[in-house]
């Protein structure tokens, strides 16, 4: 009797440990056992001059072999720009210099051999050193320059010890680590490259580094009137690229939480030479082989994928009903991946599902979806970027508690709109803004986030939204 009652409890104990497993790592299971290819399998068209802006040394070789190598074979001119030098990565310090305890030095020295790896890495590709730009900032802390240190008053420090670019290789010698700075950059490259396409991170990019670099670059891209073709390329969410194995006869299908987004995705097909090529450039990162070989050798796939979004417009509610009804029938502006790791699996009212917008006679309503509405321990942020002839404005709402309030985070932030209220809605919430917000925008970014205390729990994708000319003209 006892041996039959201790084998049901070791069964039981089994049972349970699978059911953990299979709610823990869903996110990467999904990835693994139900591949999303909702491809778009025809040949990508490139213009002539392509510029190809990463994160971090790497990033470049992995979201853009296919598309460096296939350019530069057709004779199209290749330029990469390379935000940071991934230097605030402190595994790889300690584990590439037996460093116990790193310091400014040791991060400096990890970002100068990242340069060097990548300069190897996609010489291997076929760029050329001049063709390659580094811009000197933060790594892992581009975020902290598009949210917090904007003005060039108010610098971040990043781990290399430095407030500036310590790097005489910088595109700017010195750049301070302000955001303003880095699209004035950004600017200044595309004027003086007159790109015909710029690729850079997917907008759903997991990475704070990631998502800013693709932050940044719409936002330059904003501002500025000549037409660019863009695409995107994704390097970190859940379980992608799955599995994190070498395995180069497998396809390189997209992650199974985008098929509900509005992602169209292009694959791009390497033979045999390209792929190898691609094999051997990886190679060339010997810090980061050393700290991630799985993860790296998964992007060595028989394709590359590139996605596209198309940019929604802003809509106007129709008819003299119900406002809030109709506002509430409204589609929304864009979804966001939802369920995609363990703490949105426990929190559903702070896992965002949408972010909705939509002008009425008086007023800009802006929405937040989530899987279960919302909830007062969780605070939640709604950021909005505002592109106007004479410049940019920014709008940070805090939402928490029912109450409704404005952060200034730079010179260019606006106060609450006198007038501004929050409205409860289905699944989440509506923060009801005067028009006159909406008075001369062409454009507009917006993004949403949610916190349970200092914890981010989601953020969805920043995106470029068209403003509607009749959509904002005043009643």
């Known amino acids: 009797m006892f041996q039959i009652r201790k084998k049901t409890v070791w069964v039981a104990l089994l049972a349970v440990v699978l059911i953990l497993g299979l709610v823990l790592y869903r996110p990467f299971l999904a990835d693994f056992l139900v591949a999303n290819r909702a491809m778009n399998n025809q040949l990508v068209q490139f213009g002539n001059r392509i510029l190809f802006v990463a994160p971090h040394p790497d990033d470049e070789t992995l979201g853009g072999a296919a598309l ?19 230097d605030g990565y402190e595994r790889a310090v300690i584990e590439n210099f037996g460093v116990v305890s790193p310091k400014p030095a040791d991060y400096q020295r990890l970002g100068k051999a990242r340069r060097a790896e990548s300069i190897a890495a996609l010489n291997r590709l076929g760029v050329k050193q001049s063709d390659i730009l580094f811009l000197g900032y933060p790594d892992g802390g581009t975020n902290g320059l ?5 003005d060039r008053d108010h610098l971040h420090r990043g781990r290399n010890g430095s407030d500036r670019s310590p790097y005489d290789f910088s595109y700017e010698k010195g750049a301070p680590y ?5 699209v004035k950059n950004l600017s200044s490259i595309i004027d003086q490259f007159h790109p015909t396409d710029i690729v850079y991170p997917d907008p759903h ?8 670099t693709q932050a940044f670059v719409s936002y330059t891209l904003a501002q500025r009137k000549e037409p660019i073709n863009e695409w995107f390329y994704l390097v970190h969410h859940g379980g992608f690229p799955a599995p994190w194995l070498y395995e180069p006869n497998r396809t390189l299908d997209p992650p199974y939480a985008f098929q509900h987004l509005d992602t169209s995705w292009h694959t791009l097909p390497m033979n045999q030479q390209e792929e190898t090529t691609k094999h051997d450039a990886v190679n060339r990162y010997a810090t ?11 992007f060595i796939r028989k394709n590359d994928l590139l996605a596209t979004y198309q940019p929604p417009v802003l809509g106007k509610v129709q008819g ?10 409204s589609n929304p502006l864009f979804p966001d991946a939802v369920d995609d790791t363990l703490s949105r699996e426990f929190l559903p009212t702070a896992d965002l599902t949408a972010v909705s917008g939509i002008a009425s006679d008086d007023a800009f309503w802006v929405g937040v979806k989530s899987r279960s509405g919302s909830e007062g321990r969780i605070t939640y942020h709604v950021r909005i970027r505002f592109f106007r002839p004479e410049g940019v404005n920014r709008l940070d709402l805090t939402v928490q508690d029912s109450r409704l309030s404005a952060e200034k985070l730079a010179k260019n932030s606006m106060d609450l709109p006198a007038g501004a209220r929050l409205q409860k809605g289905s699944d989440g919430f509506w923060v009801v803004l005067p028009k006159s917000v909406l008075q001369g925008a062409t454009r507009m970014m917006m993004s949403a986030d949610s916190y349970l205390g200092d914890q981010m729990i989601d953020k969805t994708a920043w995106r470029l939204v068209q403003a509607n000319q009749s959509a904002n003209e005043q009643s």
Do not use: R, Y
């Open 68 to 86: 460096i190598q296939k350019a530069l074979a057709q004779k199209k001119q290749v330029k990469v720009v390379i935000m940071t030098c991934g």
């Open 146 to 150: 598009w949210e917090e240190n904007w």
């Open 178 to 182: 302000a955001g303003e700075n880095v």
């Open 205 to 212: 990019d997991q990475h704070h580094d990631h998502w800013a």
């Open 288 to 298: 980061q082989m050393k700290v991630m070989e799985p993860f790296l050798l998964a």
């Open 320 to 329: 003299t009903g119900n406002v809030q009804e109709s506002v509430e029938k």
